[in-house]
C-alpha cells in the first residue's frame, strides 16, 4: 500500500509564483516543488492541472528509471547555527518602504544646463535597496516572522560527489526508502534525482562551502 504523503510540505506558501504554494497536476502525476525541490507522485484526482506548474517543470528531466547507481542519504543530518535573519535584522517584521514602494529603487530627475531633464533609477537610500525595512509590519517572509534563519550547510553525500543543503536533506529523509543518485558531470551541479516508495523528484546540490539562508 503507498504511504500517503503531504505534499504540501514541499511547497512555499509564501512564494510571489503561484505554482510553488501548493501541489498542482499533469495528466499523468502530481507535483509539489519550492524550487528547491520538486516531487512527484502519481496522479491524485483531487488536485487540479495547473499549466503555469506544467511550465515551470518543462525543463527538468524525470529520467529516473536511466539510473542504476543508486545510494541512501546520510543518517546523520547536522542542524546549522540560528543566524539573524537579514531582512527584518531580527525583529521578524518588516515595513514596505514607501520612498519606493518595495521596488528597492527610485527614480532621480535632473538637468543639464541647457535644460534637458534625463531620469536616473538608483538605489533607495531610505531601505538600501531592500524595498522593505525592519519594524512592526507585515510577517517577514525571508524567516517566516522567526527573525532568524538556519544556517545553510553543505553535506557530503557517499557515492553521488555532491553536497545537499542540511535544509533539503531533512526535508525528504523520512520519505519512505528514499535513495539518491545524480546524472551528468558533477561541476556542473546538475539536480540529484530521488526515488522513494511511491514516486520520485529532484533536489539541488550545492558547492562545498557554508553559506546562509
Known amino acids: 500500500m503507498q504511504t500517503a504523503i503531504d505534499l504540501r510540505?514541499?511547497?512555499?506558501?509564501?512564494?510571489?509564483?503561484?505554482?510553488?504554494?501548493s501541489p498542482f497536476s499533469d495528466e499523468n502525476y502530481t507535483y509539489a516543488t519550492?524550487?528547491?525541490?520538486?516531487?512527484?507522485?502519481?496522479?491524485?484526482?483531487d488536485i487540479p492541472i495547473s499549466e503555469g506548474g506544467v511550465g515551470l517543470l518543462k525543463y527538468l528531466k524525470f529520467d529516473h528509471a536511466e539510473m542504476t547507481d543508486w545510494n541512501p542519504i546520510p543518517t546523520e543530518i547536522p542542524e546549522g547555527k540560528r543566524v539573524?535573519?537579514?531582512?527584518?535584522?531580527?525583529?521578524?517584521?518588516?515595513?514596505?518602504?514607501?520612498?519606493?514602494?518595495?521596488d528597492g529603487e527610485v527614480e532621480y530627475e535632473f538637468f543639464s544646463k541647457s535644460g534637458k531633464s534625463y531620469d536616473l533609477d538608483h538605489?533607495?537610500?531610505?531601505?538600501?535597496g531592500r524595498g522593505k525595512m525592519n519594524g512592526d509590519?507585515?510577517?517577514?517572509?525571508?524567516?517566516g516572522g522567526q527573525g532568524f534563519t538556519i544556517e545553510n550547510v553543505p553535506v557530503k553525500v557517499a557515492g553521488i560527489g555532491l553536497s545537499i543543503?542540511?535544509?533539503?536533506?531533512?526535508?525528504?529523509?523520512?520519505?519512505?526508502?528514499i535513495m539518491?543518485?545524480?546524472?551528468?558531470?558533477?561541476?556542473?551541479?546538475?539536480p540529484v534525482r530521488f526515488k522513494f516508495d511511491g514516486g520520485d523528484g529532484l533536489i539541488m546540490p550545492m558547492r562545498d562551502q557554508s553559506t546562509y539562508a
Open 9 to 21: 510540505i514541499f511547497c512555499n506558501p509564501d512564494d510571489r509564483r503561484e505554482a510553488l504554494k
Open 34 to 45: 519550492d524550487g528547491h525541490i520538486v516531487i512527484r507522485v502519481s496522479r491524485m484526482v
Open 180 to 190: 539518491i543518485a545524480v546524472k551528468g558531470r558533477v561541476d556542473d551541479l546538475p
Open 123 to 128: 538605489e533607495c537610500p531610505v531601505c538600501e
Open 137 to 143: 509590519g507585515t510577517r517577514c517572509e525571508d524567516c
Open 165 to 177: 543543503s542540511n535544509h533539503l536533506l531533512r526535508r525528504v529523509r523520512d520519505l519512505p526508502g
Open 84 to 102: 539573524e535573519c537579514k531582512s527584518c535584522h531580527g525583529s521578524g517584521k518588516v515595513l514596505i518602504c514607501e520612498d519606493c514602494d518595495g
